[in-house]
């Protein structure tokens, strides 16, 4: 006697984006509540996996960059955590390039769980360069699941013209359709859209999806979304999960298999604790195995100051932005220097910094290039970074030196002041800035200025970070507050 199938099949989908090397649990909260880390998620996904039927874990993008055991081996010990993690699927993230691409090729290889992308495009030949979906069969469903990345990803690889990617959203949602057209008649139960392009972009991409397309659900990253529920646009469900490892998103669904559509739905951001999970040991002992070599080779201090800075928002001016635009323009001699809010990894630093707190919290071992402009263009930067559009999460923000004024009106979309020292800058008088290649080389999603605007430039210093930590040997008990170097009305 043969059974009949069940039209009905649950699953439950865990997802993680943004980790950033976030290894290691955190003593927070009460009575020494651990917070975080990836052996009390590891935890947990097990403890899922043996209570439910069918269970994925997926990953939005950014394993990589934000820890100092992650950028002492350049990713390798990422993936090898990763590999005993061991995600059920994987989308790139702008900061799995951090390294150069040949190198995110060689971590790809070494992942033992599959990554996707459909953008990516070797230009000569049309060929896309990665693996640009997966078709999971579960339960005797079949689950489509398909990456697309962030225009960021240009920023890393815009030097290699043998590369190419969508880098509009349109072109992004032709793709998808592209993709589901060719499988829908394989009988495709349940169509997952991974994505590293932030929570608004997200949001604008589902409205563009023809519903014939059948994508069911968007579980994106980029933006570190913090979401009470998933928004729904044009019946596409979308949800992120924060950043780190503090939490965790859980998707509990009932699909139809005669619809091949979701029947019922329950999400939550599951908190990653102690109190409610137990760890998983092993995994706990393979990362302490990377941490004890870099500790050791990075525990020297650097500096004291005179109290803890914090940096609680790339949007913002902040204390630890401050400190660090500050110590730039002094060591290159600048009247502007433009620090990426992006860059600085960590929300606190200090009192005591040591030379592996400082990697921790700016990681990014980028070029610092000194360019001459006229104030006509400088009040057009700093009108471009401070626009409302670039504010979303999604742009990029910058921290300035010390004697810079730069006041925005939110209603009216213009900057109404500018001035360095108390005066105001002006078109016709040359100044000097500086910023990082990358900002520069892509200075026109942040700055909304054209690279070659900034003239050839000239490299001051080969690595940023080396020359924060030159200027913090020298500077002891330092502080810093916010001054009101960038400021908006209404």
């Known amino acids: 006697m043969t059974s009949t199938p069940t039209r009905y099949k649950r699953f439950t989908i865990l997802h993680s984006n943004d980790m950033h090397g976030d290894f290691m649990a955190e003593m927070r909260g009460e009575q020494g509540t651990l917070i975080g880390g990836l052996s009390l998620l590891s935890g947990y996904i097990n403890q899922v996996r043996r209570e439910e039927r069918n269970v994925l874990f ?11 055991i992650d950028s002492e081996h350049k990713g390798v010990s990422t993936i090898e955590i990763m590999n005993y993690l061991a995600p059920d699927i994987v989308t790139l993230g702008n900061h799995e390039f951090d390294y150069g691409l040949p190198h995110m090729l060689f971590l790809e290889k070494m992942a033992n769980f599959p990554i996707v992308n459909a953008n990516l495009y070797i230009k000569k030949y049309n060929k896309r360069l990665m693996q640009p979906y997966r078709i999971i069969q579960m339960d005797g469903l079949d689950i489509l699941v398909i990456g697309i990345i962030t225009e960021d990803v240009l920023g890393h690889i815009a030097k290699d013209g043998d590369m190419s990617s969508f880098i509009s959203l349109e072109e992004a949602s032709r793709e998808v359709g592209a993709i589901c057209n060719a499988y829908r008649n394989d ?7 991974m994505t590293h392009i932030g929570f608004e972009s997200d949001k604008r991409l589902a409205a563009m999806l023809d519903p014939a397309w059948g994508v069911d659900l968007i579980i994106g990253g980029h933006s570190h979304t913090v979401l009470e529920q998933p928004a729904e646009v044009n019946g596409i469900l979308i949800a992120q999960a924060g950043t780190g490892t503090d939490q965790v998103g859980r998707f509990d669904i009932t699909v139809d298999d005669d619809t091949n559509s979701i029947a019922e739905w329950q999400w939550r951001l599951v908190p990653v604790d102690s109190a409610s999970m137990e760890p998983d040991h092993g995994l706990a002992e393979f990362i302490q195995s990377f941490e004890g070599e870099v500790e050791r080779k990075y525990s020297t201090v650097l500096a ?22 500050d110590a730039i323009a002094e060591m290159t001699d600048a009247d502007v220097a433009f620090v990426g809010s992006g860059s600085i990894r960590k929300d606190k630093l200090g009192p005591v910094v040591t030379l592996g707190e400082l990697r921790t919290v700016f990681p990014y071992d980028d070029t610092v290039i000194k360019c001459k402009i006229d104030g006509a263009l400088l009040r057009r930067a700093f009108a471009g970074i401070m626009r409302p559009e670039n504010r979303t999460g999604e742009g990029e923000c910058y921290q300035v030196n010390r004697g810079v004024r730069a006041v925005y009106d939110n209603r009216g979309r213009e900057l109404v002041e500018l001035t360095l020292h108390g005066e105001p800058v002006v078109a016709g008088r040359s100044y000097s800035v500086t910023l990082q290649g990358f900002h520069l080389q892509n200075s026109q999603r942040g700055f909304a200025v054209a690279s070659a605007e900034f003239g050839p430039g000239r490299t001051v210093s080969t690595s940023g970070r080396d020359l924060l930590e030159e200027w913090l040997r020298g500077h002891q008990n330092v502080d ?3 001054e009101g170097r960038l400021v908006y009305l209404a």
């Open 58 to 68: 997926m990953i939005a993008g950014d394993m990589v960059q934000g820890s100092l």
């Open 187 to 193: 009988d495709i139960d349940l169509t997952i859209l």
């Open 304 to 325: 004291k100051l005179s109290r803890q800075l914090t940096h609680p928002s790339r949007l913002v001016e902040t204390e630890m932005g401050n400190l660090m635009a």
């Open 480 to 482: 810093r507050a916010i």
